[in-house]
């Protein structure tokens, strides 16, 4: 009893004829893949099915897991009610899931639930496979916005409950690929597009799951993806195991890229631990980064690991560069952690006596009151990335055309409203979104009137 096999599938509600009315036929190749994964599905005969989708519910630091007897679903929303859905869930293989989450402080369970209908993300694919089965109940699972290293241990986690229960289980990776593939497409065109479709079906089409960990979030957000962080899940799902993978097909002819491979475990296989080379690889490098950081970034994770470990505010130490102790400057701190952001306060203006106490008051504030994250707790400690900010004095600007992402960041304000972005982050390429983040944050309104300031930082690593 065991994951008999995992399946990466897309779900454009237009391929259930009765929403597409003759359109489907476009992608007949990916109707015909789909038919072949609902007939080795059918042949497996689980006894579970387990449905990872992009659209069930989703919560930035938390994987929600369908709760219930069952749920219903239908098209109605594509204009074909017709097409309906009653599945049961498995309670026993969900509760074992949470069971085993909850013994590892694994944020995922049942909590939260906002809508209990399917979503189109998890009938695509139970279209094909009911036409061809109707044995086995199904287990419901949404993403998240935490690391993919995250979402893979998920996928470690669901198949030691399936051993736990003595399951027979597949795995349906629902996801479209790249959503802006031609111009012609309802989100248009990015180059990303067509490169993240040719590199994932690379790396699905050969099971080099380990590569998976290699895409960036900005990549990915530009490529539009969908369905990357399911295929992470059912990956880690078979992590240490040899995996037959093969590529069905892949289709972009509507703009959306919609591939389908299908996966089956083989035996053992000591080399296929992504997950633990992962994480000695950025253990690694974070090593490296800390035998390299300066004086203002080793100042910062000191009062971070001070106020963590035993709440204590850490003493300006007496060694520190001259320029630190007789400088006034505003100053940020920036925490990430797997390479997504656990943390960012800072001043704008100095409000402390120097630079020192002005990193180590934002350090603290950083790691423990942003309003975004949690506070940051001890067995984090060893994961974080560190940067600091040191923000020169602000000047008064007449437009847009005096600002440049790469060099200053910028400050909007109205009334007393203000908004505050750094200079050369990632994922920020224009002025334009510089400026709209900015606003953003500072709760302004594009129609409102506002200023704009600029400035410069020394950003230290």
């Known amino acids: 009893m065991s994951v008999k096999a995992g399946f990466m599938v897309p779900h454009p509600p237009m391929i259930v004829p009765d929403v597409g009315r003759g359109s489907e036929a476009q992608i007949e190749e990916t109707i015909r893949a789909y038919e072949r994964v609902a007939d080795e599905i059918a042949a497996l005969r689980p006894g579970v099915i387990i449905i990872l989708s ?33 599945e049961q869930y498995d309670e ?55 690391p993919l290293i995250d979402h ?103 703009g959306v890229g919609y591939g389908i491979c299908t996966f089956y475990p083989e035996g053992e296989d000591d080399g296929r631990h992504f997950l633990d080379r992962k994480m000695a690889e950025m253990e690694a490098a974070l090593r490296a980064q800390r035998e390299h950081s300066d004086a203002y970034v080793r100042l910062a994770r000191a009062a971070v690991e001070a106020y963590v470990l035993r709440r204590e505010v850490l003493r300006v130490p007496d060694d520190l560069p001259a320029e ?29 006596s120097n630079v020192a106490e002005e990193i180590i008051g934002n350090a603290i504030s950083a790691s ?24 020169g004095e602000p000047e008064d600007i007449e437009s847009r055309d005096e600002l440049d992402v790469k060099r200053y960041g910028v400050i909007v304000s109205s009334g007393r409203k203000r908004g505050l972005l750094l200079p050369d982050l990632d994922g920020v390429d224009t002025v334009d979104q510089q400026v709209e983040i900015a606003m953003k944050k500072g709760g302004i309104h594009p129609y409102e009137k506002y200023k704009l300031q600029r400035f410069e930082v020394i950003r230290h690593y």
């Open 324 to 352: 630190m102790l007789e400088t006034q400057a505003g100053a940020f701190v920036s925490i990430h952690k797997h390479g997504e952001l656990r943390g960012c306060i800072g001043t704008i203006a100095p409000t402390r």
């Open 92 to 146: 026993g293989l969900v509760a074992e899931i949470c069971r085993l989450a909850d013994a590892e402080d694994f944020p995922a369970g049942t909590l939260g639930e906002r809508d209990k209908q399917l979503d189109h993300g998890t009938m695509v694919p139970l279209w094909f496979i009911r036409n061809k089965y109707e044995g086995g109940s199904i287990v419901r699972i949404g993403l998240s916005g935490l």
């Open 152 to 254: 893979y241990r998920l996928g470690m986690i669901i198949r030691e409950a399936v051993d736990r229960t003595g399951r027979d289980a597949v795995i349906v990776a629902s996801g479209d690929l790249s959503h802006k593939l031609q111009d012609y497409g309802p989100y248009g065109f990015a180059p990303e597009g067509p490169e993240y479709d040719e590199k994932i079906m690379d790396v699905m089409g050969q099971a080099n799951f380990g590569e998976l960990f290699d895409f960036g979030d900005t990549f990915c957000e530009r490529a539009a993806e969908c369905g990357h962080r399911s295929f992470v899940i059912m990956a880690g799902a078979f992590d240490g195991m040899a995996v037959r993978a093969t590529r069905l097909s892949h289709q972009d002819v509507t």
């Open 54 to 86: 992009p659209h069930s519910i989703m919560y930035a630091d938390y994987f929600h897991i369908s709760p219930g007897r069952g749920a219903q679903g239908s098209f109605a929303g594509f204009r074909a009610p017709r097409v309906k859905f009653d």
């Open 368 to 391: 423990t009151r942003d309003p975004r994250f949690s506070a940051i707790q001890p067995d984090e400690l060893g994961w974080l990335e560190i940067n600091v900010d040191v923000l």
